[in-house]
């Protein structure tokens, strides 16, 4: 079992920055991708960024591609999202997520189904 808890969130005004953290316990394997999600009230879940097991490819959707970046540090079984140039449109509650024992094609990893354990989330909120 895995457990994840997100940490970070909170508010910040357009064009600033903000870093999530994401701490994993339990029974976690570094060579999983891991990726964050967003949902903002009244919309569908959506893709954020991924990471590979290894850390040495991201992935990005493209409404945050050139301003979030995710990494993550293998030893301290943590993985983040540095946010930057903030949006309004950015506000959400931002996921963890990590897939166990699973390997697919990188762009499969915009899909919800492609993890297994997923953080409680936390509240990022960006004001105009």
């Known amino acids: 079992q895995v457990q994840l808890e997100e940490s970070g969130g909170g508010l910040v005004q357009a064009g600033g920055s903000l870093r999530l953290s994401c701490a994993a316990s339990?029974?976690?394997?570094?060579?999983?991708?891991m990726g964050w999600f967003r949902q903002a009230p009244g919309k569908e879940h959506e893709f954020v960024a991924a990471?590979?097991?290894?850390?040495?490819?991201?992935y990005y959707a493209d409404s945050v591609k050139g301003r979030f970046r995710i990494s993550r540090d293998i030893a301290k079984n943590m993985v983040y999202l540095q946010m930057n140039f903030l949006k309004p449109e950015d506000t959400a509650v931002y996921y963890c997520?990590?897939?166990?024992?699973?390997?697919?094609?990188?762009?499969?990893?915009?899909?919800?189904?492609?993890?297994?354990?997923w953080g409680q989330g936390t509240q990022v909120t960006v004001s105009s």
């Open positions: 997520a990590s897939a166990y024992g699973r390997s697919s094609w990188y762009r499969s990893w915009r899909n919800r189904g492609e993890y297994d354990y």
């Open positions: 990471i590979s097991g290894g850390g040495g490819n991201q």
């Open positions: 339990g029974r976690t394997s570094s060579s999983d991708h």
